[in-house]
């Protein structure tokens, strides 16, 4: 599977953007999907998880209540909504796919997008 993340851009604190990581090759139905982030310097890190019907979500403490991750089947396609976004979420974010139910680790992914670049600014 291909996975090809968009939506990233440069906002002020407080404001929102919807990621989107659309999935090409195959279908994506079976599989968890994920997105990660990375800052500089800093290790991938894990952000939320939706499983493969879309009922059961997983979020990093850092972002519960802010982002809300989803998912449309019929469009082959998982998105990351991100509210009141602060300057601590600026990162590479990265999406990717998985076979196993919930994954919460990198190691645990199989296909992975390019990523998309989110700045914010204070």
């Known amino acids: 599977v291909q996975l090809q993340a968009s939506g990233g851009g440069s906002v002020q604190a407080g404001e929102s953007l919807r990621l989107s990581c659309k999935a090409s090759q195959r279908s994506i139905n079976s599989f968890a999907a994920g997105w990660f982030r990375q800052a500089p310097g800093k290790e991938r890190e894990f952000v939320a998880v939706v499983n493969y019907r879309g009922d059961t979500t997983e979020y990093a403490d850092s972002v519960k209540g802010r982002f809300t991750i989803s998912r449309d089947n019929t469009k082959n396609t998982f998105y990351l909504q991100m509210n009141d976004l602060k300057t601590e979420d600026t990162a590479v974010y990265y999406c990717?796919?998985?076979?196993?139910?919930?994954?919460?680790?990198?190691?645990?992914?199989?296909?992975w997008g390019q990523g998309t670049q989110v700045t914010v600014s204070s």
């Open positions: 990717a796919t998985a076979t196993r139910l919930m994954p919460d680790r990198a190691s645990q992914y199989n296909a």
